[in-house]
């Protein structure tokens, strides 16, 4: 375990970093046992905004006395042609981004930063955890085991830490979706709270993986995905179609976008309560779309309100 002390005579900000996990449940135990309530945040490092929102949210809770905010690239969660060996790792500048927030919110984070993946899943590790059809629908089309090794190291991570609640952004709308179906079919105590997108002045949602466009697709062609899906959204929502017509409204859309040769890999339209298909009782759906701009693929969702 490591420290970089805080900022303050008065009140010591610190960050506390483990790279194992028996020292660190060891400290959770005696946090709790002293009758203190934590936030997690997981996730795999490289940080923006958008994940230092998530711990920036949890710490202004009263509830949370500190945040544990991991960082492990998990090796489960990719596919054998992608990314995994050239995941973006900046672990010197993000513990200075999390040292700032700490400072600033004038709480301790711990931060979980393993030094192998036998910290998280031991040798001889063989089980999954699957969400069974929500895990196999858009990016489940895409990325056949993806969702399956997120669940799994949340899950795993969920029973380590046992958070009292813990932050995601609906950025990745579905994976939030999925891990609340989780939690609830498994019973695991950790409330999820999910948090909105954080975007770039340009209104392109942050992510890790934005860091492989070049800078003039990040300035142009990446924002097809968004400016398309606000385009349907204006187009739904002020519009005095039936539901009906606008589903059909939808599919045309769809249509047109989805060519032959077209850099989208979905654009779908479904219940925002369900991940199902519309039906009379919807009341809000979620746009979902995935486009591959140059070799970087981009996801962004959006909420569209149909029977206002």
């Not at 700032?100 to 301790?108: A, P």
Request: charge should be positive; aromatic fraction near 10%.
């Amino acid at each position: 375990m490591k420290s970089i002390n805080g900022f303050s005579q008065k009140r010591q900000s610190m960050i506390q970093q483990f790279s194992h996990i028996a020292p660190l449940q060891n400290y959770l135990a005696e946090k709790i046992n002293e009758g203190q309530e934590f936030s997690f945040v997981p996730t795999m490092g490289n940080l923006h905004e958008g994940h230092l929102s998530l711990a920036r949210e949890s710490l202004k809770d009263s509830r949370n006395s500190f945040c544990v905010f991991s960082i492990f690239v998990n090796p489960k969660q990719f596919g054998p042609k992608e990314d995994f060996h050239n995941y973006p790792s900046t672990i010197e500048e993000d513990i200075v981004k999390l040292s700032s927030l700490s400072k600033e919110m004038k709480k301790d984070i711990l931060l979980f930063y393993p030094d192998n993946q036998q910290e998280i899943f031991p040798e001889g590790f063989a089980t999954s955890i699957t969400v069974d059809g929500l895990s196999k629908i858009l990016c489940g089309k895409q990325r056949k085991n993806h969702f399956k090794g997120v669940t799994t190291v949340v899950y795993r991570l969920l029973i380590l830490l046992k958070p009292h609640r813990t932050y995601m952004g609906l950025k990745d709308f579905q994976q939030q979706f999925l891990i609340k179906k989780m939690v609830k079919d498994l019973l695991l105590s950790s409330e999820i709270i999910s948090l909105p997108t954080i975007r770039e002045k340009s209104n392109l949602a942050m992510s890790s993986r934005n860091n492989y466009l070049t800078p003039q697709e990040r300035e142009g062609e990446a924002l097809c995905l968004y400016n398309t899906m606000l385009r349907v959204k204006h187009a739904l929502e002020n519009s005095s179609l039936s539901l009906k017509e606008k589903i059909s409204l939808f599919n045309d859309e769809k249509e047109k976008t989805l060519g032959p040769h077209s850099k989208w890999q979905y654009l779908e339209l479904l219940d925002s309560e369900t991940l199902k298909n519309i039906t009379s009782k919807t009341k809000t759906a979620q746009i979902f779309g995935a486009y591959l701009c140059g070799k970087t693929r981009l996801i962004d969702n959006m909420t569209i309100y149909l029977n206002p």
